[in-house]
Protein backbone atom coordinates (compact mmCIF):
# COMPACT_ATOMS: atom_id res chain seq x y z
CA UNK A 1 0.00 0.00 0.00
CA UNK A 2 1.16 3.55 -0.53
CA UNK A 3 0.09 6.74 0.87
CA UNK A 4 1.42 10.03 1.23
CA UNK A 5 2.19 11.61 4.45
CA UNK A 6 2.52 15.36 5.58
CA UNK A 7 5.72 15.65 7.25
CA UNK A 8 6.76 18.42 9.35
CA UNK A 9 10.10 20.73 8.32
CA UNK A 10 13.28 18.80 10.10
CA UNK A 11 14.46 20.27 12.82
CA UNK A 12 18.23 21.31 12.89
CA UNK A 13 20.27 18.24 13.00
CA UNK A 14 17.61 16.07 11.83
CA UNK A 15 17.83 14.02 8.22
CA UNK A 16 14.21 14.38 6.76
CA UNK A 17 13.18 10.90 5.42
CA UNK A 18 12.46 11.56 1.22
CA UNK A 19 10.38 8.45 1.50
CA UNK A 20 9.57 7.21 -2.89
CA UNK A 21 9.50 10.47 -3.65
CA UNK A 22 8.58 14.30 -2.95
CA UNK A 23 5.11 15.01 -3.98
CA UNK A 24 4.20 18.41 -3.01
CA UNK A 25 5.61 21.36 -0.53
CA UNK A 26 3.42 23.04 1.44
CA UNK A 27 2.94 26.47 1.76
CA UNK A 28 5.01 28.91 4.26
CA UNK A 29 2.50 29.26 6.74
CA UNK A 30 1.60 25.44 7.17
CA UNK A 31 3.64 26.04 10.30
CA UNK A 32 2.35 29.84 11.39
CA UNK A 33 -0.52 29.33 13.98
CA UNK A 34 -1.69 32.56 13.15
CA UNK A 35 -1.48 32.20 9.41
CA UNK A 36 -4.24 30.78 6.79
CA UNK A 37 -2.71 27.85 4.49
CA UNK A 38 -2.42 29.14 1.30
CA UNK A 39 -4.67 32.20 1.72
CA UNK A 40 -4.24 34.91 -0.95
CA UNK A 41 -4.37 37.76 2.43
CA UNK A 42 -0.85 35.80 4.15
CA UNK A 43 1.09 36.43 1.13
CA UNK A 44 1.64 32.56 0.39
CA UNK A 45 1.25 31.05 -2.81
CA UNK A 46 -0.05 27.71 -1.45
CA UNK A 47 1.78 24.45 -2.10
CA UNK A 48 4.06 23.80 -4.63
CA UNK A 49 3.09 20.64 -6.41
CA UNK A 50 5.53 18.13 -7.92
CA UNK A 51 8.43 19.98 -6.96
CA UNK A 52 11.85 19.48 -8.42
CA UNK A 53 15.24 17.99 -6.21
CA UNK A 54 16.30 21.83 -6.37
CA UNK A 55 13.57 23.17 -5.20
CA UNK A 56 13.03 20.87 -1.96
CA UNK A 57 16.78 21.13 -1.38
CA UNK A 58 16.37 25.22 -1.15
CA UNK A 59 12.62 24.57 0.56
CA UNK A 60 13.88 25.06 4.17
CA UNK A 61 11.71 25.10 6.71
CA UNK A 62 8.06 24.28 4.95
CA UNK A 63 6.59 20.91 5.41
CA UNK A 64 6.24 18.43 2.57
CA UNK A 65 4.21 15.59 1.20
CA UNK A 66 6.29 12.39 0.34
CA UNK A 67 5.18 9.38 -0.99
CA UNK A 68 5.76 6.16 1.23
CA UNK A 69 5.28 2.76 0.84
CA UNK A 70 3.36 0.68 3.74
CA UNK A 71 3.54 -3.32 3.98
CA UNK A 72 2.21 -5.16 7.25
CA UNK A 73 5.01 -6.97 8.95
CA UNK A 74 3.46 -8.78 11.25
CA UNK A 75 1.14 -11.88 12.04
CA UNK A 76 -1.64 -12.84 9.99
CA UNK A 77 -4.68 -10.68 11.18
CA UNK A 78 -7.27 -12.97 12.13
CA UNK A 79 -10.19 -13.72 10.31
CA UNK A 80 -13.60 -12.64 11.96
CA UNK A 81 -16.42 -14.97 11.39
CA UNK A 82 -20.00 -14.29 13.16
CA UNK A 83 -19.72 -17.09 16.51
CA UNK A 84 -22.00 -18.30 18.75
CA UNK A 85 -20.86 -15.70 21.98
CA UNK A 86 -18.84 -18.12 24.47
CA UNK A 87 -20.35 -19.09 27.55
CA UNK A 88 -18.22 -17.20 29.89
CA UNK A 89 -20.08 -14.21 28.31
CA UNK A 90 -23.45 -15.38 30.40
CA UNK A 91 -22.01 -14.75 33.97
CA UNK A 92 -19.95 -12.51 35.77
CA UNK A 93 -16.45 -12.53 36.33
CA UNK A 94 -17.19 -13.18 40.54
CA UNK A 95 -19.60 -15.90 39.83
CA UNK A 96 -17.57 -17.99 37.52
CA UNK A 97 -15.01 -17.81 40.60
CA UNK A 98 -17.80 -18.71 43.26
CA UNK A 99 -18.67 -21.59 40.80
CA UNK A 100 -14.87 -22.59 40.19
CA UNK A 101 -14.37 -22.87 43.87
CA UNK A 102 -17.35 -25.06 44.57
CA UNK A 103 -16.05 -27.26 41.60
CA UNK A 104 -12.77 -27.31 43.41
CA UNK A 105 -14.69 -28.58 46.92
CA UNK A 106 -16.43 -31.08 45.69
CA UNK A 107 -13.30 -32.35 43.85
CA UNK A 108 -11.67 -32.14 46.80
CA UNK A 109 -14.41 -33.77 48.99
CA UNK A 110 -14.71 -36.58 46.46
CA UNK A 111 -10.42 -37.66 46.19
CA UNK A 112 -11.17 -37.31 50.75
CA UNK A 113 -13.80 -40.12 50.54
CA UNK A 114 -11.76 -42.11 48.37
CA UNK A 115 -8.67 -41.99 50.36
CA UNK A 116 -10.69 -42.68 53.60
CA UNK A 117 -12.99 -45.70 52.56
CA UNK A 118 -10.40 -46.97 49.66
CA UNK A 119 -13.52 -47.01 47.34
CA UNK A 120 -13.79 -46.94 43.46
CA UNK A 121 -13.23 -42.91 42.74
CA UNK A 122 -16.42 -42.94 40.45
CA UNK A 123 -18.40 -44.49 43.23
CA UNK A 124 -16.48 -41.64 45.53
CA UNK A 125 -17.66 -38.54 43.74
CA UNK A 126 -21.39 -40.32 43.09
CA UNK A 127 -21.49 -40.67 47.16
CA UNK A 128 -20.38 -37.03 47.66
CA UNK A 129 -22.84 -35.87 45.16
CA UNK A 130 -25.29 -37.34 46.66
CA UNK A 131 -24.55 -35.73 50.37
CA UNK A 132 -23.47 -32.44 48.78
CA UNK A 133 -27.49 -32.68 47.75
CA UNK A 134 -29.00 -34.24 50.67
CA UNK A 135 -30.29 -37.13 49.41
CA UNK A 136 -28.08 -40.01 50.76
CA UNK A 137 -28.74 -41.80 54.01
CA UNK A 138 -27.25 -40.41 57.09
CA UNK A 139 -24.16 -42.14 57.95
CA UNK A 140 -25.12 -43.15 61.40
CA UNK A 141 -23.35 -46.45 61.44
CA UNK A 142 -20.12 -44.77 59.28
CA UNK A 143 -16.39 -44.02 61.09
CA UNK A 144 -16.25 -40.89 61.96
CA UNK A 145 -14.29 -39.39 58.87
CA UNK A 146 -17.34 -40.12 57.27
CA UNK A 147 -19.85 -38.11 58.92
CA UNK A 148 -17.30 -35.33 58.88
CA UNK A 149 -17.19 -35.47 54.99
CA UNK A 150 -20.96 -35.96 55.32
CA UNK A 151 -21.36 -32.75 57.18
CA UNK A 152 -18.99 -30.94 54.65
CA UNK A 153 -20.49 -32.11 52.19
CA UNK A 154 -24.10 -30.99 53.16
CA UNK A 155 -22.37 -27.10 54.41
CA UNK A 156 -21.34 -26.94 50.29
CA UNK A 157 -24.75 -27.92 49.01
CA UNK A 158 -26.03 -25.33 51.11
CA UNK A 159 -23.70 -22.87 49.31
CA UNK A 160 -24.39 -24.16 45.82
CA UNK A 161 -28.07 -23.28 46.19
CA UNK A 162 -27.68 -19.42 46.17
CA UNK A 163 -24.69 -19.23 43.47
CA UNK A 164 -26.79 -21.82 41.11
CA UNK A 165 -29.36 -19.05 41.50
CA UNK A 166 -27.93 -16.09 40.50
CA UNK A 167 -25.91 -18.10 37.85
CA UNK A 168 -29.88 -18.77 36.44
CA UNK A 169 -30.43 -15.19 36.82
CA UNK A 170 -27.60 -13.45 35.23
CA UNK A 171 -28.11 -15.45 32.70
CA UNK A 172 -31.60 -14.64 32.09
CA UNK A 173 -30.43 -11.13 31.79
CA UNK A 174 -27.89 -11.77 29.34
CA UNK A 175 -30.29 -13.27 27.13
CA UNK A 176 -32.40 -10.36 27.48
CA UNK A 177 -30.10 -7.60 27.21
CA UNK A 178 -28.38 -9.65 24.21
CA UNK A 179 -30.23 -7.18 21.58
CA UNK A 180 -29.50 -4.06 23.81
CA UNK A 181 -26.44 -1.92 23.22
CA UNK A 182 -23.32 -2.69 25.04
CA UNK A 183 -21.62 -1.14 27.27
CA UNK A 184 -17.70 -0.43 27.33
CA UNK A 185 -15.86 -2.74 29.04
CA UNK A 186 -13.72 -1.98 32.02
CA UNK A 187 -10.19 -2.43 30.93
CA UNK A 188 -10.92 -0.89 27.31
CA UNK A 189 -7.94 1.36 26.09
CA UNK A 190 -6.52 2.73 23.17
CA UNK A 191 -9.69 2.74 21.41
CA UNK A 192 -11.36 5.79 19.59
CA UNK A 193 -14.32 7.85 20.91
CA UNK A 194 -16.84 8.30 18.27
CA UNK A 195 -19.33 11.27 19.41
CA UNK A 196 -22.35 11.40 16.77
CA UNK A 197 -24.08 8.72 15.32
CA UNK A 198 -26.09 10.75 12.52
CA UNK A 199 -25.38 9.79 8.47
CA UNK A 200 -21.56 10.86 8.35
CA UNK A 201 -20.62 9.24 12.05
CA UNK A 202 -22.64 5.76 11.03
CA UNK A 203 -20.16 5.59 8.20
CA UNK A 204 -17.41 6.09 9.87
CA UNK A 205 -18.52 3.53 12.26
CA UNK A 206 -18.85 1.10 9.81
CA UNK A 207 -15.76 1.61 8.23
CA UNK A 208 -13.78 1.88 11.56
CA UNK A 209 -15.63 -1.86 12.26
CA UNK A 210 -14.17 -3.20 9.21
CA UNK A 211 -10.23 -2.38 10.19
CA UNK A 212 -10.80 -4.16 13.41
CA UNK A 213 -10.77 -0.86 15.50
CA UNK A 214 -12.09 -0.65 18.58
CA UNK A 215 -14.66 2.16 18.96
CA UNK A 216 -17.13 3.31 21.84
CA UNK A 217 -19.86 5.40 20.21
CA UNK A 218 -21.69 8.51 22.46
CA UNK A 219 -25.04 9.68 21.39
CA UNK A 220 -27.75 11.41 23.31
CA UNK A 221 -30.41 10.25 20.76
CA UNK A 222 -31.57 6.80 21.34
CA UNK A 223 -33.39 6.99 17.92
CA UNK A 224 -30.45 8.08 16.08
CA UNK A 225 -29.80 6.23 12.65
CA UNK A 226 -26.35 5.03 13.69
CA UNK A 227 -28.12 3.10 16.94
CA UNK A 228 -29.40 0.01 14.64
CA UNK A 229 -25.75 -0.22 13.00
CA UNK A 230 -24.04 -0.39 16.43
CA UNK A 231 -26.40 -2.83 18.48
CA UNK A 232 -25.59 -4.98 14.90
CA UNK A 233 -22.24 -4.58 14.63
CA UNK A 234 -21.85 -4.92 18.83
CA UNK A 235 -20.15 -1.44 19.39
CA UNK A 236 -20.04 -0.03 22.78
CA UNK A 237 -22.68 3.35 23.28
CA UNK A 238 -22.85 5.61 26.15
CA UNK A 239 -26.13 7.21 26.07
CA UNK A 240 -26.48 10.50 27.18
CA UNK A 241 -25.43 14.22 26.50
CA UNK A 242 -22.10 14.41 25.71
CA UNK A 243 -21.71 18.22 27.43
CA UNK A 244 -22.95 16.42 31.28
CA UNK A 245 -20.51 15.70 33.41
CA UNK A 246 -19.06 11.78 33.77
CA UNK A 247 -20.65 11.28 29.86
CA UNK A 248 -16.86 11.04 28.23
CA UNK A 249 -15.68 9.66 31.09
CA UNK A 250 -17.79 6.63 30.80
CA UNK A 251 -16.73 6.22 27.49
CA UNK A 252 -13.34 5.88 29.05
CA UNK A 253 -12.08 8.63 27.58
CA UNK A 254 -9.23 8.93 29.75
CA UNK A 255 -7.53 5.78 28.46
CA UNK A 256 -8.75 6.51 24.63
CA UNK A 257 -6.48 7.05 21.26
CA UNK A 258 -8.53 9.63 19.46
CA UNK A 259 -11.97 11.66 19.98
CA UNK A 260 -13.94 11.88 16.48
CA UNK A 261 -16.45 14.80 17.32
CA UNK A 262 -18.93 14.13 14.18
CA UNK A 263 -22.32 15.50 15.16
CA UNK A 264 -24.26 18.20 13.76
CA UNK A 265 -23.51 20.89 16.18
CA UNK A 266 -20.53 22.72 15.72
CA UNK A 267 -21.21 23.82 19.88
CA UNK A 268 -20.98 20.67 21.38
CA UNK A 269 -18.61 19.03 19.09
CA UNK A 270 -16.10 21.89 20.58
CA UNK A 271 -17.18 21.91 23.86
CA UNK A 272 -16.71 18.32 23.88
CA UNK A 273 -13.13 18.36 22.57
CA UNK A 274 -11.77 21.10 24.96
CA UNK A 275 -13.54 19.05 27.91
CA UNK A 276 -11.51 15.57 26.26
CA UNK A 277 -8.37 18.07 26.05
CA UNK A 278 -8.56 19.08 30.06
CA UNK A 279 -8.98 15.55 30.75
CA UNK A 280 -6.23 14.77 28.46
CA UNK A 281 -4.00 17.02 26.75
CA UNK A 282 -2.46 14.82 23.98
CA UNK A 283 -5.45 13.22 23.01
CA UNK A 284 -5.63 13.51 19.45
CA UNK A 285 -9.07 14.61 18.23
CA UNK A 286 -11.26 15.44 14.38
CA UNK A 287 -13.30 17.83 15.03
CA UNK A 288 -16.14 18.57 12.73
CA UNK A 289 -17.69 22.29 12.31
CA UNK A 290 -20.06 23.76 9.60
CA UNK A 291 -19.59 27.45 9.88
CA UNK A 292 -16.16 28.21 7.59
CA UNK A 293 -15.80 31.74 9.75
CA UNK A 294 -16.21 29.74 13.04
CA UNK A 295 -13.97 26.61 11.98
CA UNK A 296 -11.46 29.61 11.20
CA UNK A 297 -11.27 31.04 14.30
CA UNK A 298 -11.52 27.51 16.10
CA UNK A 299 -8.04 26.27 13.79
CA UNK A 300 -6.22 29.65 14.27
CA UNK A 301 -6.97 29.29 18.29
CA UNK A 302 -6.27 25.95 18.22
CA UNK A 303 -2.56 26.77 16.52
CA UNK A 304 -2.11 29.60 18.56
CA UNK A 305 -2.69 27.56 21.83
CA UNK A 306 -0.61 24.39 20.69
CA UNK A 307 1.84 25.52 18.61
CA UNK A 308 3.62 21.80 18.74
CA UNK A 309 0.47 20.26 17.88
CA UNK A 310 -0.23 18.87 14.38
CA UNK A 311 -3.56 20.90 13.34
CA UNK A 312 -4.79 21.15 10.32
CA UNK A 313 -8.23 22.47 8.69
CA UNK A 314 -9.91 20.98 5.95
CA UNK A 315 -13.40 21.43 4.28
CA UNK A 316 -15.54 18.15 3.78
CA UNK A 317 -16.87 19.20 0.27
CA UNK A 318 -13.44 19.66 -0.73
CA UNK A 319 -11.89 16.63 0.61
CA UNK A 320 -14.83 14.50 -1.40
CA UNK A 321 -13.98 17.24 -4.21
CA UNK A 322 -11.31 14.47 -5.75
CA UNK A 323 -13.70 11.43 -6.36
CA UNK A 324 -16.19 13.58 -8.29
CA UNK A 325 -13.06 15.00 -10.24
CA UNK A 326 -11.41 11.87 -11.09
CA UNK A 327 -14.54 10.23 -12.30
CA UNK A 328 -15.14 12.57 -14.60
CA UNK A 329 -11.87 12.65 -15.86
CA UNK A 330 -12.05 8.93 -17.10
CA UNK A 331 -11.04 5.57 -16.06
CA UNK A 332 -7.36 5.97 -15.93
CA UNK A 333 -7.18 7.86 -12.88
CA UNK A 334 -6.58 6.25 -9.96
CA UNK A 335 -7.30 8.22 -7.27
CA UNK A 336 -6.35 11.69 -5.71
CA UNK A 337 -5.36 13.16 -2.98
CA UNK A 338 -5.84 16.61 -1.62
CA UNK A 339 -2.67 19.32 -0.93
CA UNK A 340 -4.21 22.07 1.08
CA UNK A 341 -6.50 23.85 -1.48
CA UNK A 342 -4.91 21.97 -4.36
CA UNK A 343 -5.88 18.52 -5.70
CA UNK A 344 -2.58 15.90 -7.09
CA UNK A 345 -4.00 12.92 -8.91
CA UNK A 346 -2.56 9.53 -9.99
CA UNK A 347 -3.29 8.25 -13.39
CA UNK A 348 -2.45 4.90 -15.42
CA UNK A 349 -1.14 6.03 -18.94
CA UNK A 350 0.51 3.87 -22.13
CA UNK A 351 3.31 6.10 -22.96
CA UNK A 352 2.99 5.48 -26.36
CA UNK A 353 1.34 8.73 -28.37
CA UNK A 354 2.56 10.82 -25.28
CA UNK A 355 5.43 12.98 -27.14
CA UNK A 356 6.38 14.13 -23.76
CA UNK A 357 7.02 10.59 -22.44
CA UNK A 358 7.58 8.41 -25.27
CA UNK A 359 11.61 8.08 -25.94
CA UNK A 360 12.71 10.06 -23.11
CA UNK A 361 14.09 8.85 -19.25
CA UNK A 362 11.88 9.13 -16.62
CA UNK A 363 14.64 12.26 -15.73
CA UNK A 364 13.88 14.09 -18.68
CA UNK A 365 9.87 13.36 -18.72
CA UNK A 366 9.79 14.72 -15.18
CA UNK A 367 7.74 18.33 -15.62
CA UNK A 368 8.14 20.14 -11.93
CA UNK A 369 4.73 20.86 -11.16
CA UNK A 370 2.85 19.18 -14.08
CA UNK A 371 3.34 14.91 -13.81
CA UNK A 372 5.99 12.94 -12.85
CA UNK A 373 6.26 9.32 -13.58
CA UNK A 374 6.04 7.27 -10.33
CA UNK A 375 5.87 3.56 -11.19
CA UNK A 376 6.18 1.06 -13.83
CA UNK A 377 3.63 -1.70 -14.40
CA UNK A 378 5.78 -4.36 -15.73
CA UNK A 379 2.38 -6.81 -15.91
CA UNK A 380 1.35 -4.65 -18.68
CA UNK A 381 4.18 -4.19 -20.79
CA UNK A 382 4.56 -8.10 -20.93
CA UNK A 383 1.12 -8.59 -22.01
CA UNK A 384 2.06 -5.78 -24.96
CA UNK A 385 5.44 -6.97 -25.31
CA UNK A 386 3.70 -10.54 -26.42
CA UNK A 387 1.11 -9.12 -28.66
CA UNK A 388 -1.69 -10.27 -26.93
CA UNK A 389 -4.73 -9.37 -24.55
CA UNK A 390 -5.28 -10.25 -21.08
CA UNK A 391 -7.81 -12.83 -22.94
CA UNK A 392 -5.25 -13.92 -25.38
CA UNK A 393 -6.14 -12.03 -27.88
CA UNK A 394 -3.85 -9.83 -30.28
CA UNK A 395 -2.99 -6.70 -29.17
CA UNK A 396 -2.92 -4.28 -32.19
CA UNK A 397 -2.56 -1.05 -29.97
CA UNK A 398 0.94 -1.55 -29.20
CA UNK A 399 3.59 -0.49 -31.75
CA UNK A 400 6.92 -2.22 -32.79
CA UNK A 401 7.32 -6.21 -33.37
CA UNK A 402 4.76 -7.85 -30.78
CA UNK A 403 6.90 -11.32 -31.11
CA UNK A 404 10.33 -9.44 -30.12
CA UNK A 405 10.28 -9.36 -26.33
CA UNK A 406 12.33 -6.41 -24.41
CA UNK A 407 15.11 -6.76 -23.85
CA UNK A 408 16.25 -6.78 -19.63
CA UNK A 409 19.73 -5.63 -18.41
CA UNK A 410 20.92 -3.76 -20.85
CA UNK A 411 21.20 -0.20 -19.65
CA UNK A 412 18.17 2.11 -18.59
CA UNK A 413 15.91 -1.07 -18.79
CA UNK A 414 14.23 -3.08 -15.82
CA UNK A 415 14.36 -6.59 -14.95
CA UNK A 416 11.00 -8.37 -13.67
CA UNK A 417 12.84 -9.73 -10.86
CA UNK A 418 12.57 -5.90 -9.12
CA UNK A 419 9.11 -5.57 -9.47
CA UNK A 420 6.89 -6.26 -6.46
CA UNK A 421 3.77 -8.75 -6.52
CA UNK A 422 1.68 -6.12 -8.18
CA UNK A 423 3.52 -6.02 -11.12
CA UNK A 424 4.51 -2.32 -10.24
CA UNK A 425 8.56 -0.95 -9.75
CA UNK A 426 8.17 2.48 -7.49
CA UNK A 427 11.45 2.84 -8.04
CA UNK A 428 11.87 3.72 -11.14
CA UNK A 429 15.92 4.98 -11.96
CA UNK A 430 16.11 8.22 -13.98
CA UNK A 431 17.86 6.58 -16.39
CA UNK A 432 15.05 4.16 -17.65
CA UNK A 433 14.02 5.03 -21.24
CA UNK A 434 10.04 5.14 -21.49
CA UNK A 435 8.95 3.06 -24.29
CA UNK A 436 5.51 2.85 -26.46
CA UNK A 437 4.58 -0.02 -24.76
CA UNK A 438 5.36 1.40 -21.41
CA UNK A 439 2.24 1.38 -19.19
CA UNK A 440 3.62 4.06 -15.96
CA UNK A 441 1.44 5.46 -13.06
CA UNK A 442 2.67 8.82 -12.90
CA UNK A 443 1.21 11.65 -10.31
CA UNK A 444 0.29 15.08 -11.98
CA UNK A 445 -2.21 17.95 -11.36
CA UNK A 446 -5.31 18.31 -13.12
CA UNK A 447 -3.65 20.84 -15.41
CA UNK A 448 -0.50 18.61 -16.13
CA UNK A 449 -3.06 15.39 -16.97
CA UNK A 450 -5.16 17.63 -18.80
CA UNK A 451 -1.91 18.74 -21.26
CA UNK A 452 -0.77 15.27 -21.65
CA UNK A 453 -4.67 14.20 -22.55
CA UNK A 454 -5.16 17.40 -24.97
CA UNK A 455 -1.89 17.00 -26.83
CA UNK A 456 -2.49 13.13 -27.66
CA UNK A 457 -6.71 13.45 -28.16
CA UNK A 458 -5.62 16.11 -30.75
CA UNK A 459 -2.71 14.15 -32.09
CA UNK A 460 -6.01 11.47 -33.01
CA UNK A 461 -7.80 13.74 -34.39
CA UNK A 462 -5.46 15.13 -36.87
CA UNK A 463 -4.81 11.34 -38.19
Known sequence: ????????????????????????????????????????????????????????????????????????????LPVVRAQVPPLASLFSRRLRWSLAGLAAAVVALAVTLTLVTKDNPLHATYVTLLDLFSINDPAHNASRSEQILQLLSGIVGLLMLPVMVAAVLEALGTFRTASALRKPPRGLSGHLVLLGLGKIGTRVLTRLHELHIPVVCVEADPEARGMATARRLGVPVVLGDVTQEGVLEAAKIQRADALLALTSADTTNLEAVLYARSVRSDLRVVLRLYDDDFATAVYRTLRAAHPDALTRSRSVSHLAAPAFAGAMMGRQILGAIPVERRVLVFAALTVGGHPQLEGRTVGEAFRAGAWRVLALDTAATAVRASGTGGDGSRDGNGPGNPGTPRTFGTPGTLGPAEAGPSGLIWDLPDTYVLRSEDRVVLGATRRGLAELLRRRGRERTGA
Open 1 to 76: MLRAVERRPPRPGEVADPGLCTLALLSATSNDPGGSEGSEDSGDQGPQMLPDADAVAAATGRGTVVLEQVSYSGPP
